[in-house]
């Protein structure tokens, strides 16, 4: 599966990716959505066309998606709290070596 990437999406542009995303019946039976206004009348109709259900969830419960909550607290407790971030390349430099020891030394194994 691939999906496009941009700094500002739009309801428009969410929904299109959502039909090129799931064009040949491979849509998933639920979406996990919180109250962005990403999620507008448009993608609203392009669930509704692909047969995707949507769960909402409530205003303020970030607990209800726990695998995000989960990396969010994992990257602050063992990666940005023991830093000082001076700007957004600084950080994602220090997100990119994070991910690199995770994914490679610390699950046993080297990578590249």
Known sequence: M?????????TEWTALQLRQTFMFDTAPRFLLRDHDKIYGDAVVDALDELGIEQVVTAVRGPWQNGDCERVVGTLKRECLNHMIVFNEAHARRILRGYLEYYHGWRAGCAVG
């Open 2 to 10: 691939h999906i496009n990437v941009t700094t500002h999406p739009t």
